[in-house]
């Protein structure tokens, strides 16, 4: 095959949970799969918004819908792939990229806010793997899924991550025992893990009175030898890559987009004590 076509999506159908045009990672990715030729249902639990995004995935030439949907409601889930079965009946890309943060010292954490982020990031990636995977077992013809986790799924962030630090973690687990238990049907699953990328919510975090907006971003540099924070639009080539048959024996893996994030937290620092 020639390695223009390898990241080549024509045809493919390709679901992105919280894929809303709010700025979000979600959103670039919806778009970026269309570029590469797929058809995209964008789902999130602002329609509104999720529905500007399959008008412009329309305005790339390529066919969407859009579904309200609540990943950390079952029925939602149930209805978002009845709406995929009735425009498209196949799926051949799931994108979990809905996902929710909080900050508390985990001494203090409420046990509803434990369950309400471990539902939206966890619970909800299971629940669209599962009817994902029941699909392209059914089709016979495997898939990609492809979670969006954090450096924190790996590393302890501190700050009062502590339960959305869990969560990822329990993802990347997930990513791991999915893609053994699944390899066989031809379907890969692998995750993608972010440093701080420059969303609409990490614009919020950053501003938000509790904080010192010019420490904390301090803080994230230091954290990314390449010295800046990533963009929504840093996502769109490690998802298309997964997705398509460019990684067609990839499955499994952890993969970071962060600057060199995880990288350094294998020890040192990225600065000579001089500079
Ligand atoms: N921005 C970062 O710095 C960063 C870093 C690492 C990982 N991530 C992960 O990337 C993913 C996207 O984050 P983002 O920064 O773009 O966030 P965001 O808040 O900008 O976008 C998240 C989207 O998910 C939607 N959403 C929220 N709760 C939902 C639910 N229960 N069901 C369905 N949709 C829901 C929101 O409406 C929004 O459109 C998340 O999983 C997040 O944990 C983000």
Not at 54 to 79: F, M, N
Not at 113 to 142: H, K, L, P, Y
Not at 151 to 163: D, M
Request: proline residues 4%.
């Amino acid at each position: 095959m020639a390695a223009e076509n390898l990241f080549d999506l024509t045809g493919r159908v390709a679901v992105v949970t919280g894929s809303a045009a709010k700025g979000g990672i979600g959103h670039a990715i919806a778009l970026g799969l269309a570029r590469a030729g797929a058809n995209v249902v964008s789902s999130d639990i602002d329609e509104p918004r999720a529905r500007t995004t399959a008008q412009e995935v329309e305005a790339l030439g390529r066919q969407s819908t859009c579904v309200a949907c609540d990943v950390s409601k079952p029925d939602d889930i149930l209805g978002l792939f009845a709406e995929v079965d009735r425009v498209f009946g196949r799926i051949d890309i799931l994108v979990n990229n809905a996902g929710i943060g909080s900050h508390a010292h985990p001494e203090d954490l409420s046990l509803d806010e434990w369950r309400r982020v471990i539902d939206v990031n966890a619970t909800g990636s299971f629940m669209c793997a599962q009817q994902a995977a029941r699909r392209m077992i059914r089709e016979g013809v495997g898939g990609s899924i492809i979670n969006i986790s954090s450096i924190a799924g790996s590393t302890a962030l501190g700050r009062g991550n502590f339960v959305y630090s869990v969560a990822k973690g329990a993802i990347n687990q997930m990513t791991r025992e999915l893609a053994v238990e699944w390899a066989h049907h031809g379907i890969r699953v692998n995750a993608i893990q972010p440093c701080q990328i420059r969303t609409r919510a990490l614009q919020e975090l950053i501003t938000d009175p509790q904080f010192s907006s010019t420490k904390l971003v301090e803080r994230f540099l230091s954290g990314i030898p390449m010295n800046r924070l990533g963009e929504p639009e840093d996502l769109v080539g490690p998802v298309v890559f997964l997705a398509s048959d460019a990684s067609k024996f990839v499955t499994g893996v952890m993969l970071p987009v962060d600057g060199g994030n995880l990288a350094l937290n294998a020890g040192g620092s990225h600065t000579w004590p001089q500079e």
